[in-house]
C-alpha cells in the first residue's frame, strides 16, 4: 500500500501542451510538496501546501498551478509546456512545518519523468 | 536563509571499502540535519537525521554520521560498502522549526566489486 502515490509516473509531451501530474498521500500527514529535479540531480522545492493552504511558493513561473482539494491530494498542472520544464517531479508529504515539523522527515513518491519534446 | 553543499558529486569506492560523503551547511539559527537516500528511478528515502542529543546518529543499514557544529558539518560514512549501497545520497537542512527543509547537490555513490 504505497504511501505517497504519484500519476503518471513518464509523461511525454509536446512544448506548448498542458499537463497535470496528481498526487495522494494515505498518511494522514497534514503537509504536500513539489519538488523539482533537474538532469543533474539538483531537488528544489517548488510548492508546500498545509491543510490545503499555500504556505511555500518558491520562484516558479506561473505556468505551474498547483491546486490541493483536500489535504490528501495536491496537484501540479502546467501550462504551455517548455523544454527547460522536463525534469522528474517530486510530491512528498510530512506531519506537520513547511520542513518535516519536529521530525523532519518527508516522505516522497517514486517521481514523475517529464519529458518535453 | 540555509545552504548545504556536498562536495563530491561522484565517489567510486570497492566493494568493502570504507567511506565518507562529506556534508557542510550554513546557517545563522540552529538545524535539524537529514541524510537521504535515493536508489535508481526511486524516490528519496530517510536514512538518518540528527535533531538534538548526542551529536552522532546511526542507520538500521550501517550508515553513521556525526554533527559537528564548529566545523558546520554532518558527514556520512560506513565503515564497509555493499554493492547494494549504489545510490544518490542527499544532504538536507532544516531550521529547528521544521521550515523549509534544503537539500545538498547530491553525491552519487557508486560501489564497485
Known amino acids: 500500500d504505497t504511501a505517497v502515490s504519484q500519476t503518471p509516473k513518464y509523461l511525454v509531451t509536446q512544448m506548448g501542451n498542458d499537463k497535470s501530474i496528481k498526487c495522494e498521500q494515505n498518511?494522514?500527514?497534514?503537509?504536500m510538496y513539489w519538488y523539482k529535479q533537474d538532469s543533474k540531480k539538483f531537488l528544489k522545492i517548488m510548492f508546500s501546501y498545509n491543510n490545503k493552504e499555500l504556505i511555500i511558493n518558491e520562484t516558479v513561473p506561473n505556468r505551474f498551478s498547483p491546486k490541493s482539494p483536500d489535504k490528501a491530494h495536491l496537484n501540479l498542472h502546467i501550462n504551455s509546456l517548455e523544454l527547460g520544464d522536463s525534469a522528474v517531479y517530486f510530491c512528498a508529504s510530512s506531519q506537520g512545518g513547511a520542513g518535516g515539523g519536529n521530525t523532519g522527515e518527508l516522505f516522497f513518491g517514486e517521481g514523475s519523468r517529464l519529458t518535453v519534446l | 536563509a540555509q545552504s548545504v553543499t556536498q562536495l563530491d558529486s561522484q565517489v567510486p569506492v570497492f566493494e568493502e571499502a570504507p567511506v565518507e560523503l562529506r556534508c557542510n551547511y550554513s546557517s545563522s539559527v540552529s538545524v535539524y540535519l537529514f541524510w537521504y537516500v535515493q536508489y535508481p528511478n526511486q524516490g528519496l528515502q530517510l536514512l538518518l537525521k540528527?535533531?538534538?542529543?548526542?551529536?552522532l546518529v546511526e542507520s538500521i543499514n550501517g550508515f553513521e554520521a556525526e554533527f559537528n557544529k564548529s566545523q558546520t558539518s554532518f558527514h556520512l560514512r560506513k565503515p564497509s560498502v555493499h554493492i547494494s549501497d549504489t545510490a544518490e545520497y542527499f544532504c538536507?537542512?532544516?531550521?529547528?522549526?521544521?521550515?523549509?527543509?534544503?537539500f545538498g547537490g547530491g553525491t552519487r555513490l557508486m560501489v564497485k566489486p
Open positions: 538536507a537542512v532544516s531550521d529547528e522549526a521544521g521550515n523549509m527543509l534544503t
Open positions: 540528527y535533531l538534538s542529543g548526542s551529536t
Open positions: 498518511l494522514g500527514h497534514d503537509t
